[in-house]
């Protein structure tokens, strides 16, 4: 299918309506309220139970494939509202008219890899032992080998998944090294969904929306190194004054929840960079497939013709 079904008159359209849905992002206004397609996403694969529901959300819409426009989504939910009121437009604008939105393939995989294994910002550098470097890595190679075999992809998700449930309990305060296990134990977590992105196309969502989570607990984890228990040193009875060890131990979870805050900071900080990633392998794809110069204008001139015999109908009556 071609993106905007090769109408620019289309694009415009949903121009339209994309910049109010940034206008109410900006405002701070609950972004799973809003919309500029014609039908709201369905959230985890295993939520939506509506009847007869095709899942396609706007995908069907304006031609881009379903991993696209979920993760683009998703990354709309997580940006701050100053990102997220422009972020609409400018992944529309990328799509370039025309285009088979089948080549969004490939800019999803190009994406997964770069959030999966980029030497900078990739999940493999929060992996903390072996088995979570080999997980990811497992999800890695069918990336990069295109492998259209459903039951290793299922079997690397399962994979990942299970080495993520073996970090660390994160509902608890962690000192540095549970932390930095935790970090790896998210990325395969996130690893897991983008596995499972090959049979459902939906968790594009999920596997952006985990990703970020790595780097909460890699830095939470690297800061948390210069936080140290004070001792509380007994008396000549063997004895621990119970006020002071609460001191002690206030002191180091006031310490603790510093270090969350920024790990929290980094978190944020990600989605931005996941999300200009993002539009940079678009464009680079739509460069690459884009119409040649004759027929963009075509295309234009078609829809010219087009708004000018609406305008006559309007007239003639």
Known sequence: MLLFNGNNETKRRILVAAKEAGIRAARGEDRRDIYWSRRSWCQAPY?????????????SEIGVPL????????LFNELSNKQAANWST??????????????????WREFALFVLNDDKHGLITCARTPEQR???LRVVELFESGNRDAAQWKEAGSNARRVSHSGPDTNRTLESGPALVAAGAKACY???HFAYTEENPRYAAEAVSWAAWAFRYRRYGE????????DVPADERGMVNVGVALMAF????????????QGESVRKQ???VYAEEFLRIIKRCMRAHSPSLPSRVLCSLAALAGRLRGRQVRLSH
């Not at 400018?90 to 800019?107: C, I, K, M, P, Q």
């Not at 206030?250 to 805050?261: F, I, K, L, N, P």
Request: hydrophobic share 35%.
């Open 47 to 59: 939520v939506c139970k509506t009847p007869g529901c095709d899942h396609s959300f706007y995908a």
């Open 67 to 74: 991993s696209v426009a979920y993760a683009e989504h998703s």
């Open 90 to 107: 400018r992944f529309l604008n990328a799509l370039s008219t025309g285009v088979d939105g089948e080549t969004l393939h490939n800019a």
């Open 134 to 136: 080999d997980a990811i």
């Open 190 to 192: 996130a690893a897991a």
């Open 223 to 230: 800061l948390m190194k210069g936080v140290r228990q004070r």
């Open 250 to 261: 206030s002191d180091w979870a006031r310490e603790a929840d510093d270090c969350q805050s």
């Open 270 to 272: 990600m989605y931005g």
